[in-house]
């Protein structure tokens, strides 16, 4: 019966690998597209935040991509350095990182605006560690604090890379690539079995929220 089991267990590791094989290979065989294919003009931000010579949106996009380039890993801890200092990560540190880097400290601003508003996020006591890090909390910075777009997903040419789509409960950032119908990509991180933190699941969501542009 062992000799059994541990055949049936080395034949399920067997083929969860040559799934992960076949999805690798199968993602990079899609073929996307960019905002030129659909003669969509690429928006450019007038403000740079941090001074860097990048603009905004650019700066959040490319912060973003930098982010995910670490491959972290999903677990949801809590940190005393607010932001994660580790390879983990859950889906509001791809947006954290993309916005601190480019100059908009998220644990600094949520905080500020939390403890000015407590009766819009309804919280009595703010934890600035960790505020910042909940979706429930993001979904109401930004609808405060950022400018507001469209929720049409068919609307393609208002969502550009760099912009924030807010999910029931989760978030992610807007990617520069598009798929044959011109719907982008979302960068995300959602659970730790995700093979692509860039993923197109847009039109396929029922349940966004919100899309907001920081800049």
């Not at 908009?104 to 905080?111: F, G, I, K, T």
């Amino acid at each position: 019966m062992k000799k059994i089991m541990l055949g049936i267990g080395i034949l399920i590791s067997c083929l969860l690998i040559l799934f992960a094989i076949y999805i690798t290979y199968y993602l990079k065989s899609i073929k996307y597209y960019v905002d030129d294919d659909f003669k969509i003009e690429t928006y450019k931000s007038s403000i740079d935040k941090d001074r860097d010579g990048i603009d905004d949106q650019t700066d959040i996009l490319e912060n973003v991509k930098k982010y995910i380039a670490t491959k972290p890993k999903y677990k949801s801890k809590y940190y005393n350095t607010g932001y994660p200092n580790d390879e983990y990560g859950v889906c509001v540190d791809v947006v954290a990182f993309g916005l601190k880097d480019a100059g908009y400290d998220l644990m600094e601003l949520v905080n500020e605006d939390i403890i000015n508003n407590k009766s819009e996020y309804q919280i009595n006591k703010p934890d600035k560690k960790i505020d910042f890090r909940r979706v429930k909390n993001l979904r109401v910075f930004f609808k405060r604090n950022a400018k507001e777009l469209t929720l049409d997903v068919n609307d393609i040419a208002n969502w550009q890379g760099g912009d924030i789509v807010i999910f029931n409960k989760h978030i992610g950032i807007i990617s520069d690539k598009r798929n044959k119908r011109g719907v982008p990509l979302v960068i995300h991180h959602a659970n730790e079995f995700q093979l692509n933190y860039e993923e197109d699941i847009l039109e396929y969501r029922n349940d966004i929220v919100g899309h907001y542009r920081m800049s």
